[in-house]
């Protein structure tokens, strides 16, 4: 009963690992190199300032991560129309039946934790679940809200048009401290959401045992076969009449 | 008061009229030229616009404020930026300088408001108070926004000096009592220059009024009001004390010896990265000093709701609804804390609640590698 047959799918594109991982090491950087312009150690140096520029250097990694986070989204929205049906912005899009069906399915077996009699084989999400979308729209909601108040803060040091497009964004709160604190309290979000994104990574694999931990590297997962049943089926008809 | 006489002085004959001399005259129109960030060849442009355009009446009004700005402004770095917009020749009305008081100051308002009907730049110093029908600051038996909504009727342009005007300043704290209430918010219709600060840089001031003055429009403001050529940097970009903050070295505390060596107090709370000010470049006295040079760091002055953002030592800023004492980071420390220890317990109970399928799976997975022809 329990000796499946697994098909290997690939779910995961190379662009959207790409994006995965460049997103990965963009907001790593941010985030450490945030919470040292937030509040850097002091430097015991008897270096003259001339010859020093560790915080430029800090900020400057801080900037040009956020170029790459940008520019990797832009892209990443792009696959979201070219990309196969898991990368697809429909996959994100929450206002489907479909959609809720599979939310409170997973609220209730992967949340609550509860156990059912039947288990529909259909019910496995292959790429992501409802609730892991969802999170990735609040995530992108999050990562616009980055965008908007950090270029909004690094506009007036730069000269170049891109961040210009942004002040508008520092007299909507009245000035950069509002901007800052928002900003500050965003990157929490992100770091929360990568606590249970990883966390959750490693259940999926555990549980269900297909792949999802090296899904992000190799790009495949493995499908139970009786998923694919009907379409075989198919086939052969199709064979048939021809 | 001036506005009796028929024919206006232009600006250049009050001032030969003060005794200064022609050399006096150009050398401030140069200081003017460089406090707005104008090009050499400007300077003419300056001088000859004061010696053809009459002197532009003004209404200085004072609602809730402390006189700071008109302090500030008495100080500025030229002796006939005060003589000729404050002292004797262009002050219609203003309740601290103006000799005349009572009745006589009430008429003479009223009389350049009359004459001089959408000519006149009105000032306003103070924030105005709207609650309890705004009887918290009444002037002549007239609440401030009565006074005000009747000065602001005719007047050609406002200019909101300082942090009260334009911000609500330190009355419009929270829970802001009186309702304290910047001009911006009364007076849609009307060009509005806002010159926050508390108080502004009073060659600041001189710049504004005579930027007005010698070019009969607005200077080029930015999104909040505010005039570019003063606003338009952070005090912490144009502070002479950057290069530590580049360098990583920053003081720690007041007294120690990063400290003494001058360096950057961001950690020590300094708001300069967040305040958008010609402190750093212009400073203050005459250009003597400016706080950050004194050793002490920016509380952002300028900057709106500046006493509400938090402690003026401190580099956070508090979380709003939270405790005063707590800030992002430890809210976000206590918040990742209690999200790892569910993450924990969720794992555990995993375990145990699917703890059937699982041994099922591990079994008929184990017999498999058994079953391996190797």
């Known amino acids: ?242 | 008061m001036s506005n009796t006489n028929e024919k206006r002085d232009t600006y250049y004959d009050t001032i030969i009229k003060q005794g200064y001399t022609r050399r006096d005259f150009m050398k401030f129109s140069t200081y003017m030229a460089a406090f707005m960030g104008l090009e050499n060849s400007m300077v003419g442009q300056i001088a000859q616009s004061l010696e053809n355009t009459p002197r532009l009446p003004v209404i200085w009004e004072h609602y809730q404020e402390c006189t700071c700005c008109s302090e500030s402004f008495i100080r500025s770095n030229h002796p006939i930026v005060a003589d000729i917009i404050l002292d004797r020749i262009s002050l219609d009305y203003s309740l601290t300088l103006m000799a005349a008081s009572g009745h006589q100051a009430e008429a003479a308002k009223h009389d350049t408001m009359k004459k001089y009907y959408g000519e006149y730049i009105l000032c306003v110093e103070g924030s105005i108070p709207l609650g309890d029908d705004g009887n918290y600051c009444c002037i002549a038996g007239k609440s401030a926004k009565e006074t005000f909504l009747e000065a602001a009727a005719g007047a050609k342009a406002i200019i909101a000096w300082g942090s009260c005007a334009s911000n609500g300043c330190v009355q419009a704290a929270k829970p802001n009592p009186t309702e304290a209430t910047p001009i911006h918010k009364i007076v849609k219709n009307k060009p509005i220059i806002r010159v926050p600060g508390c108080p502004p840089i009073g060659e600041v001031m001189a710049g504004v009024i005579m930027h007005v003055v010698a070019f009969g429009r607005l200077p080029e403001l930015d999104r909040l009001g505010r005039p570019k050529a003063f606003y338009g940097k952070r005090v912490h970009d144009t502070c002479y004390r950057r290069p530590y903050y580049d360098a990583g070295l920053f003081a720690e505390t007041f007294d120690d010896d990063n400290s003494k060596k001058g360096y950057c107090l961001y950690k020590v709370g300094c708001k300069g990265p967040m305040t958008y000010n010609a402190c750093a470049s212009m400073r203050w006295n005459n250009g003597v000093s400016f706080p950050i040079q004194s050793g002490h760091g920016c509380i952002g002055c300028s900057e709106e709701d500046f006493w509400d953002n938090g402690p003026f030592y401190e580099r956070t800023t508090k979380v709003p609804g939270f405790a005063v004492e707590s800030n992002a980071d430890t809210v976000g420390k206590v918040a990742a804390g209690v999200l790892a220890g569910g993450i924990a317990l969720h794992a555990i109970g995993a375990n145990i609640s699917k703890r059937k399928e699982l041994m099922k799976r591990i079994k008929s997975d184990k017999k498999n590698e058994k079953n391996i022809d190797s």
């Not at chain 1, 898991?86 to 609220?107: G, Y």
């Not at chain 1, 891109?162 to 002040?167: A, E, R, S, V």
């Not at chain 1, 709160?173 to 929360?192: L, S």
Request: aromatic share 20%; proline share 3%; glycine share 6%.
């Open chain 1, 1 to 242: 009963m329990r000796d499946r047959n697994f098909k290997r799918v690939m779910v995961w594109e190379l662009p959207v690992r790409l994006f995965h991982w460049v997103n990965v090491l963009a907001i790593v950087a941010l985030t450490l190199t945030g919470f040292l312009i937030a509040n850097p150690p002091a430097l015991q140096s008897s270096a003259e300032a001339t010859n020093l520029h560790s915080f430029g250097i800090v900020r400057f990694i801080h900037f040009g991560a956020a170029y790459i986070f940008f520019f990797n989204m832009i892209l990443r929205i792009y696959w979201s129309f070219v990309g196969n049906q898991f990368a697809h912005w429909r996959a994100f899009w929450p206002f489907s039946k479909k959609m809720w069906n599979n939310f409170w399915h997973v609220l209730k077996i992967d949340i609550m934790l509860l156990n059912e009699e039947h288990p529909n084989v259909k019910d496995i999400s292959i790429g992501h679940n409802s609730v892991a979308s969802l999170s990735y729209v609040v995530l992108f909601l999050m990562a616009l809200i980055q965008v908007f108040t950090g270029f909004a803060l690094y506009a007036d040091t730069s000269g170049w048009w891109l961040p210009q497009l942004f002040t508008w964004v520092t007299p909507l709160f009245g000035g950069d401290f509002m901007v800052r604190t928002i900003h500050h309290i965003t990157m929490w979000i992100f770091i929360f959401f990568s606590l249970v994104h990883i966390y959750l990574v490693f259940y999926h694999d555990w549980l269900e045992g297909r792949g999802e931990v090296s899904s992000m590297f190799g790009g495949y997962k493995f499908v139970r076969s009786d998923r694919f049943i009907k379409h075989e089926k198919q086939a052969k008809k199709d064979k048939v009449k021809e």
